[in-house]
């Protein structure tokens, strides 16, 4: 060990010298402060001591069941990171989180954000926070609490990464279990906005390698008008307004909702529906965006399109039949172009598959 | 772009190609899950679907307020990283957020965490896991949900981060708010286990960093008889059983506390105080292990010691004097402990420190 030296100043080891800056935590802080005010909910309680964000409940609620659920952004952030363009990946944040919590027919309530990276930007985390408060007023959740993270020698200059985790409130009897869903149940399909924040990784290589597409970030998205980067970067859609309105006005006729997120269309379709029954899908009527099909004619095959993407559909709702035209006008009213997709249809014995598709 | 080409075998693009291996997760998902399972409480709802996890709010509550925090171990993880020890910083992990909550007087209820890797190693997640088990059987929650992302490109190999998310519940007339706060407090300080997950950075260069202490991870760390890495891997302490336990007994007589995180003892103490009150502290009677030696003896200023790290005390809490040998005797049967390290007294006036320290 060098030998001590307390009293000779120049020798003084202090926390910035080992790569954390202080100061750039608290200007951070002190940026953020007004966006994250702009989410307040009434339930919120201040005032309480800075080490932990509190919330009382939701009235109304017979019996409150907590729904929670974390999620990132995954590898889309590396594009955000090449292009220098990070106002969005908050959104989809918020959008992987909330998107999951829906899907139990509970009401976002409120979101703590975690960012990490290898140098405190306080600007950068600005722009992070900005996304990340678009898409709680987006949800109607608050932003309760977060922290912000240097952590040197842990990410590359200029990297970072993003998690969050988020609560919501629903009625345990208004719960969208898989025990609702039933045989002859129409599924409505929900337009995704492209890729989301699923199989980045992949889409990268497609589009980007120069094995492959050897595209750049500016050039021009084949099929569309938009540049790669624009394609890649769109924000990850949000169905809050859209569920709460299917469970408002749905009521029990609204069976169960499924989330179209990592795993794609073979996997997640089937996760919230009862055992006995199967998802036939028809995906012929879904246009898929220009996003999709370049990313196909790298030789990606269907089954992998359709296991990594939600390839156009980012969310599905099981409705009592009965109910479709009220479901489709409630969802347009919502701003969604809702389409019907499929049924739900009792499965013979447990080997039968529970997932059918008839793609083009 | 390259020629479509989906026919051809041999061109298939797929998911593993890009770097991320479904089946390595599926493994993952696999060995933790009934490592999982041990942290079931009786309020959790399961066969819901699997999106999100789903929990009720403990009995007896009047009005239920939920308090939750997010933390990660910081670069704790390098060392870990480094010596290939990988069981203890999910007890890290969890203690950092569950700390964070228990100084507000809420029970902890569920905890989700986030484990981001370049490369996703089954083995290593179900290491990191069960460290999280244990950190969350201390605390007494379930840990409801999780997200493992193989983000390859984001993360160097072998590198990986953490993040965690806790919820707890407090009734709302049991909220430790500073209001409780009072002149003539006695402050109750519970000793530290070393270091506990802040300021490795600083630590880090201090110890390691050639220009500095030059030690190896194997080296005796001076003054010890353990080796640097153990020192530095040292699980933070879960103060769990012992608020729980001063919350039960003293009731109304325990007026706060502070989790001594981030800040060190300079910043935390005076964050759950009433305003117009000052925190004294003694620290003389309180025992600094030798890691905290070895730092400082390589010219780390007292006063950056004591803004970054906990100097031997993890939790401070304020207990009305009359209450003084009540709170020590209930802290000890906790398994504490615990030292009379100072009073709250009235402050002059808004310009006059909200903390005053006496170190030796």
Redesign the interface.
């Known amino acids: 060990?060098?030998p001590?030296?307390?009293d000779?100043p120049q020798?003084?080891?202090?926390?910035r010298?080992?790569?954390?800056d202080?100061d750039a935590g608290n200007e951070a802080v002190r940026r953020i402060k007004s966006l994250v005010a702009q989410t307040r909910r009434p339930e919120q309680?201040d005032?309480?001591?800075?080490?932990?964000?509190?919330?009382?409940?939701p009235g109304g609620l017979a019996?409150?069941?907590?729904?929670?659920?974390?999620?990132?952004v995954?590898?889309k952030?590396?594009v955000a990171i090449a292009t220098d363009q990070h106002a969005t990946v908050g959104i989809d944040l918020v959008a992987m989180c909330v998107n999951?919590?829906l899907?139990?027919g509970?009401r976002p309530?409120?979101l703590?954000?975690?960012i990490?990276c290898g140098e405190l930007e306080p600007g950068r985390v600005e722009t992070l926070v900005a996304g990340i408060v678009e898409g709680c007023k987006l949800s109607g959740c608050a932003l309760?609490?977060?922290?912000t993270?240097e952590?040197?020698?842990?990410y590359?200059k200029g990297?970072y990464?993003l998690?969050a985790?988020a609560?919501?409130v629903v009625d345990?009897k208004r719960?969208?279990?898989?025990e609702r869903t039933q045989a002859g149940d129409v599924v409505i399909g929900l337009p995704s906005s492209g890729l989301h924040s699923n199989?980045y990784?992949?889409a990268?290589?497609?589009l980007l390698d120069p094995?492959?597409?050897?595209?750049d970030f500016n050039s021009p998205l084949?099929g569309a008008d938009t540049s790669v980067a624009e394609a890649l970067l769109t924000p990850t859609r949000i169905y809050a307004d859209a569920m709460a309105r299917a469970c408002e006005t749905l009521g029990e006729a609204l069976h169960?909702a499924?989330?179209i997120?990592g795993g794609g269309l073979l996997e997640n379709p089937q996760?919230?529906i009862s055992e006995d029954l199967a998802v036939a899908l028809d995906l012929r009527p879904v246009e898929r965006q220009p996003i999709f099909h370049?990313i196909?004619?790298?030789?990606?095959?269907?089954d992998?399109m359709l296991?990594?993407f939600n390839c156009g559909l980012g969310m599905l709702l099981y409705v009592d039949r009965n109910h479709c035209e009220q479901a489709l006008t409630c969802l347009r009213n919502a701003g969604e172009s809702p389409l019907v997709v499929g049924d739900l249809r009792a499965r013979g014995n447990a080997n039968d598959p529970q997932i059918l598709l008839t793609s083009g």
Chains 1, 2 share one sequence.
């Open positions: 060990m060098r001590s030296a307390p000779n020798s003084d080891l202090r926390y010298d080992a790569g954390v202080i309680l005032g309480l001591g800075g080490f932990a964000g509190m919330i009382g409940l019996e409150p069941v907590l729904v929670s659920c974390t999620d990132g995954g590898t952030l590396l999951d919590l899907v139990t509970a309530l409120f703590l954000d975690y990490a309760l609490g977060g922290e993270a952590l040197p020698g842990m590359n990297h990464d998690a985790f609560v919501g345990r719960i969208l279990a898989p199989g990784s992949l990268r290589k497609a094995a492959y597409g050897g595209l084949p169960g499924a989330h997120t996760r919230s370049a196909a004619a790298q030789g990606v095959p269907e992998e296991r990594t």
